[in-house]
Protein backbone atom coordinates (compact mmCIF):
# COMPACT_ATOMS: atom_id res chain seq x y z
CA UNK A 1 0.00 0.00 0.00
CA UNK A 2 1.44 3.40 -1.27
CA UNK A 3 1.51 6.17 1.79
CA UNK A 4 2.44 9.02 1.84
CA UNK A 5 3.04 11.73 4.82
CA UNK A 6 3.71 15.68 4.08
CA UNK A 7 5.57 17.77 6.81
CA UNK A 8 7.12 20.98 6.96
CA UNK A 9 4.12 23.31 6.97
CA UNK A 10 3.65 26.43 9.22
CA UNK A 11 3.65 30.04 9.65
CA UNK A 12 5.55 32.30 7.75
CA UNK A 13 5.43 35.92 6.97
CA UNK A 14 5.01 37.36 3.53
CA UNK A 15 8.59 37.21 1.69
CA UNK A 16 9.17 34.24 3.67
CA UNK A 17 10.55 30.43 2.67
CA UNK A 18 9.29 27.05 4.11
CA UNK A 19 10.41 23.57 2.87
CA UNK A 20 7.61 21.04 2.38
CA UNK A 21 8.74 17.35 2.30
CA UNK A 22 6.91 13.95 1.89
CA UNK A 23 8.21 10.83 2.92
CA UNK A 24 6.63 7.88 0.55
CA UNK A 25 6.45 4.61 0.83
CA UNK A 26 5.02 1.07 -0.83
CA UNK A 27 5.59 1.91 -4.00
CA UNK A 28 6.13 -1.60 -6.26
CA UNK A 29 6.73 0.20 -9.48
CA UNK A 30 9.02 3.16 -10.46
CA UNK A 31 7.63 4.85 -12.95
CA UNK A 32 5.61 6.96 -10.86
CA UNK A 33 5.46 11.15 -10.13
CA UNK A 34 4.91 13.02 -6.98
CA UNK A 35 2.66 15.94 -6.68
CA UNK A 36 2.14 18.84 -4.97
CA UNK A 37 -1.52 20.15 -4.61
CA UNK A 38 -2.99 22.84 -2.66
CA UNK A 39 -6.68 23.73 -1.29
CA UNK A 40 -7.56 27.00 -0.02
CA UNK A 41 -10.65 27.65 2.10
CA UNK A 42 -13.47 27.77 -0.52
CA UNK A 43 -11.47 26.91 -3.03
CA UNK A 44 -11.19 23.89 -5.54
CA UNK A 45 -7.74 21.59 -5.47
CA UNK A 46 -4.94 22.96 -7.65
CA UNK A 47 -1.41 21.33 -8.88
CA UNK A 48 1.39 23.15 -7.69
CA UNK A 49 4.27 21.23 -8.35
CA UNK A 50 5.57 17.79 -9.98
CA UNK A 51 8.57 15.63 -10.36
CA UNK A 52 8.63 12.14 -11.89
CA UNK A 53 11.08 9.76 -9.83
CA UNK A 54 12.53 7.77 -13.11
CA UNK A 55 13.87 11.05 -14.82
CA UNK A 56 13.22 13.62 -12.38
CA UNK A 57 11.17 15.76 -14.79
CA UNK A 58 9.40 18.96 -13.47
CA UNK A 59 6.54 21.17 -13.64
CA UNK A 60 5.25 24.38 -12.25
CA UNK A 61 1.95 25.98 -12.24
CA UNK A 62 2.69 29.19 -13.66
CA UNK A 63 1.43 31.07 -9.92
CA UNK A 64 4.79 29.52 -8.19
CA UNK A 65 7.37 29.51 -10.76
CA UNK A 66 10.43 31.05 -9.94
CA UNK A 67 9.13 31.24 -6.53
CA UNK A 68 8.89 26.96 -5.47
CA UNK A 69 11.65 24.11 -6.42
CA UNK A 70 10.62 20.59 -6.67
CA UNK A 71 13.02 17.85 -5.33
CA UNK A 72 13.72 14.24 -5.10
CA UNK A 73 15.91 12.74 -2.97
CA UNK A 74 15.00 8.71 -4.23
CA UNK A 75 17.79 7.49 -2.22
CA UNK A 76 14.98 8.22 0.72
CA UNK A 77 12.16 8.58 -1.07
CA UNK A 78 11.40 12.08 -0.68
CA UNK A 79 9.93 14.90 -2.42
CA UNK A 80 11.25 18.28 -1.20
CA UNK A 81 9.09 21.73 -2.06
CA UNK A 82 11.54 24.29 -1.75
CA UNK A 83 8.67 27.68 -1.23
CA UNK A 84 10.61 30.94 -1.42
CA UNK A 85 9.32 34.51 -1.65
CA UNK A 86 5.84 33.52 -0.18
CA UNK A 87 2.66 35.01 -0.77
CA UNK A 88 -0.18 35.67 1.41
CA UNK A 89 -2.15 34.16 -1.61
CA UNK A 90 0.07 31.15 -1.06
CA UNK A 91 -2.11 30.20 2.40
CA UNK A 92 -3.35 26.19 1.65
CA UNK A 93 -3.47 22.61 2.73
CA UNK A 94 -0.77 21.54 0.80
CA UNK A 95 -1.09 18.20 0.16
CA UNK A 96 1.38 15.49 -1.58
CA UNK A 97 0.07 13.15 -4.34
CA UNK A 98 1.57 9.82 -6.19
CA UNK A 99 0.86 9.21 -9.80
CA UNK A 100 1.54 7.51 -13.31
CA UNK A 101 4.52 9.57 -14.30
CA UNK A 102 2.59 10.41 -17.63
CA UNK A 103 0.43 12.79 -15.59
CA UNK A 104 3.18 14.94 -14.67
CA UNK A 105 3.82 16.56 -18.37
CA UNK A 106 3.64 19.43 -20.02
CA UNK A 107 0.11 19.02 -19.88
CA UNK A 108 0.27 20.94 -17.13
CA UNK A 109 -1.65 19.35 -13.84
CA UNK A 110 -4.54 21.40 -14.58
CA UNK A 111 -5.47 19.16 -17.33
CA UNK A 112 -4.64 15.73 -15.23
CA UNK A 113 -5.72 16.82 -11.77
CA UNK A 114 -8.94 14.43 -12.09
CA UNK A 115 -6.71 11.51 -12.65
CA UNK A 116 -4.42 12.22 -9.76
CA UNK A 117 -7.90 12.60 -7.59
CA UNK A 118 -9.25 9.82 -8.79
CA UNK A 119 -6.69 7.62 -9.24
CA UNK A 120 -3.70 8.62 -6.99
CA UNK A 121 -2.61 8.21 -3.76
CA UNK A 122 -2.81 11.17 -1.04
CA UNK A 123 -1.16 12.22 1.94
CA UNK A 124 -3.23 14.29 5.09
CA UNK A 125 -1.66 17.39 4.18
CA UNK A 126 -0.09 20.43 6.08
CA UNK A 127 -1.05 23.66 6.54
CA UNK A 128 0.85 26.64 5.18
CA UNK A 129 -0.01 30.17 6.27
CA UNK A 130 1.54 32.73 4.83
CA UNK A 131 0.69 36.53 6.59
CA UNK A 132 1.13 39.66 5.43
Known amino acids: EVQLVESGGGLVQAGGSLTLSCAASGFTWDDYAIGWFRQAPGKEREGVSC????????YYADSVKGRFTISSDNANNTVYLQMNSLKPEDTAVYYC?????????????????????????WGQGTQVTVSS
Open 51 to 58: IRRYDYST
Open 97 to 121: AADKGYYCSGYGLAATISHWRDFGS
